[in-house]
Structures are given as C-alpha cells and as structure tokens.
DNA sequence: CCTTGACCTCAAGTTGACTTCAACTTCTAT
DNA sequence: ATAGAAGTTGAAGTCAACTTGAGGTCAAGG
C-alpha cells in the first residue's frame, strides 16, 4: 500500500475544491491536517469523505457556520461511520423538502397569480417570507424578511 | 382623486423594499423616477408592479443584472400589459423546473447514496456541477465548477 | 547538489446586493 | 413661520466564501 498521506494539491485535484479553499476551511475549523517537517499540509484520507459531506451541504444552502456546526456533532474520538454520516444527512431531508415546496408553490403560482395579471401581494402571497427558497444570495438581505402589506398595482 | 406620485417612504412601505434599495435599483437602472422641484423622488404607481417583479425574479434566483435585461424586453413606449407581464414571467417555468428537479435528484440520491455510505462522487454522482441549485451564496465560487474526478475516500 | 514545481503565510481584494453614515435640504402640518 | 419628519448625496461599510498576490520555503527527480 502506497503513502497513507496525501498533500493540498493532490486533494484539491480529487475534490475539486481549491486548495486556498481548503486552508481556508482549515482556518475556520471545518477541516484539520498534520504537518510534515517542513511544515506542509498533509491530510488523512478521511478528509475526502469530510470533504464530500461539506460539498453536499452547500448544495443544500447550509452556510459554513451551520455545516461546521453538524460536523460539531460527529464523534470526536474514533472515526465516524457510515451511520453517523448518515444521521447528519438524514437531517437535511425536510430542509430540501421544503425548499422544493416552495419553489413548486412558487411556480404554481406563477401560472395562477402572473399569469392573471394582478401580481399583488395581497392577494396573491407570492412572496412567502421566511420562505426557504427565498434564501438566494448574501448580505444584509432584509427583502422579504417583513410582509408587505400590499403591491397591488394601479 | 388622490395625488398620483408616492414619495420614497410610501413605496418602502408598500412593497417592503428599504428606500435604500430602491435608490440603488434606480441607480442601477432597474427603476426610475420623477422629481420635485426640491429634488426628492416621486414613484408613478406602476413601479409598484415592476417592483413585485423584480422581488420574484430574485426569489427565482435572478441576479440584478439578469432582472435589468429582462426588464430591457418590455415596451419601452407604452406602459407595460398584462401580456407583457406575462411573456416573461412564463419564461421563469423552465428555470424554476431545474432548480426543483435538480433539488429533487439530490433529495432522492441523499437516501441512496449518502445512506449507502459511500458518498462517492464517480459512483452516485451526488454533485451535479452546473446544477442550477449549486448557485446559493455570492462571490468568486468555483465550487462545483469543475467536474471532480473521484471523492471516494479511504 | 540543484532546480523546479508544489507549498507556505499574511494581507488585501472580489462579488452582489445592499446598508449605514454624515451632513445637509425639503415638505407638511400646525 | 417653523418644527420635525422625511428626503437628498456620496463615500464607505457589510457579509460570506473565497481568491489573489507578494515574498519566501520545501521536497523530489535528475
């Protein structure tokens, strides 16, 4: 069997993700590696599956605090296992299913509400605060974070 | 009949959007306005249906940018239908499709994959890169950009 | 031994969509 | 006529998740 540790850039290149991202991650706690002499990273590959794990739930539109946070939750002593890789996981289920939820509800009404003609708010509620799929981009981010009364044009 | 034009402070109120943000969208150019004599801005009451659109394109996932050129397809002459309304919202439909559908792959391949415990790309393929629903957060962001050859770890 | 490519740190820059601040000016109701 | 609420500008700040750059160090092959 070959060297058990792998260097930044022959991580970087299997993940996809770029090694000042994954310093970074380092730096903010997500991920961790032993030094050589010489001080250069090298990582266990146990790191890929951690690796995959933050990857998946970006995707899900976790930010790097929450993900940091469920990784908070894996045992710290001996190395996790599938079962507690997939409890973690298990737990995104009903986020992604309410982000679908109301992207369909979004879409939905998108026929119903635009299609009529009225785009009002009030009327319509197409604009569902607290909404998960409203959660697009980052920033003080105050829209629709207050119900409108009403957009009820002319 | 009331007076025609609505400060600032009267649109803010009515759709939700600080004045701070509709002075940026002016800037911008996705809106515009009248002014007094003294200077301060006056809102014809169509901005209001303008300003709904804007606020679902962005729940879409439209960027500022994509939401001017959409806005860059209605009649510049007259005011703006029902249908003109229409035409663009519906061309949303395919978008918002993917996004669900792609939300949709990774919910399902959640139970088979990461349940599996595998969490292997080359195998379940868990990171679609250019999956429309990878586009959450700002910023340089080339995760997912590049397609990554294998994160089977260990 | 030495070159060359991979790696290091630290500070500063990027992006989008705004907000906040300071220092005024204008409008409206009394 | 005037107080106070509401509006104005321009510059700078914010946030997340990184990237980029400068200036230097490490490690593996020839």
Same mark, same amino acid.
């Given at each position: 069997m070959d060297d058990e540790l792998l260097p930044i850039g022959a991580v970087a290149d299997r993940t996809g993700i770029a090694a000042s991202a %994954? /310093?970074?991650?380092e730096r903010e706690g997500l991920i961790w590696s032993v030094r050589t002499d010489g001080g250069q990273r090298r990582y266990e590959r146990d790191i890929l599956r951690r690796l995959a794990f933050? /990857?998946?739930a970006q995707t899900v539109g976790l930010g790097l605090e929450e993900i940091r946070a469920a %990784?908070?939750?894996l045992p710290s002593e001996r190395t996790p296992t599938k079962a507690d890789w997939d409890r973690? *996981?298990? *737990?995104? /289920?009903?986020r992604l299913d309410d982000q679908? *939820?109301?992207l369909e509800r979004l879409r939905?009404? %998108?026929s119903d509400c635009i299609g009529c003609g009225c785009l009002s708010l009030r009327v319509? *509620? %197409?604009y569902n605060p607290e909404d998960g799929a409203a959660r697009l981009g980052s920033g003080p981010r105050y829209l629709l974070g207050d119900l409108p009364t009403d957009l009820d044009p002319a």
């Open positions: %994954l /310093r970074y991650y933050i /990857r998946v %990784l908070g939750t973690i *996981a298990r *737990a995104w /289920r009903p679908i *939820a109301s939905d009404q %998108l319509c *509620a %197409l």
